[in-house]
Nanobody
Framework: VQLQASGGGLVQAGGSLRLSCAAS????????MGWFRQAPGKEREFVAA????????IYADSVKGRFTISRDNVKISVYLQMNSLKPEDTGIYYC??????????????????WGPGTQVTVSS
C-alpha cells in the first residue's frame, strides 16, 4: 500500500480545509486509517482514526467537534474535514495505515504505512 495526501494549504483562522489521502491498493478497505500531524519543533501527534468500514472513529481532544474523518472504500481514500481552524492546527498532516491492530489506535507505532504528508498553515 502506498499513500498520497493532498488538500493542504494556507487558511485564515476560522476557515476550513479538506484533506484527502489516496491509497494505491484496494485492500485498503481492510484496515484502520489514521491522520497525524507534526508542528515545527514538536512530536508527531494523533489527530483522528477510522475503522475499515467507517462505523467507528476516534479523535484527539484538541480537534473534537471541529474535525471529521471519513473514508470511501470504493475510491480507496480517506478524508479529514477540518473546520474552525486555529493557528495551533498548523503542521504537516500525515495519513497512515494500521494493518496490525484490531482496535482504533492513537499511538503512531501501530501504523506501519505512511504517506509523505501535506502542509497545513493557519494564520491568525
Amino acid at each position: 500500500v502506498q499513500l498520497q495526501a493532498s488538500g493542504g494549504g494556507l487558511v485564515q483562522a476560522g476557515g476550513s480545509l479538506r484533506l484527502s489521502c489516496a491509497a494505491s491498493r484496494g485492500t485498503f478497505s481492510l484496515y484502520d486509517m489514521g491522520w497525524f500531524r507534526q508542528a515545527p519543533g514538536k512530536e508527531r501527534e494523533f489527530v483522528a482514526a477510522i475503522s475499515p468500514y467507517g462505523n467507528s472513529t476516534i479523535y484527539a481532544d484538541s480537534v473534537k467537534g471541529r474535525f471529521t474523518i471519513s473514508r470511501d472504500n470504493v475510491k480507496i481514500s480517506v478524508y479529514l474535514q477540518m473546520n474552525s481552524l486555529k493557528p495551533e492546527d498548523t503542521g504537516i498532516y500525515y495519513c497512515a495505515v494500521d494493518r496490525a491492530s484490531h482496535w482504533l489506535e492513537t499511538d503512531a507505532g501501530w501504523y506501519d504505512v505512511w504517506g509523505p504528508g501535506t502542509q497545513v498553515t493557519v494564520s491568525s
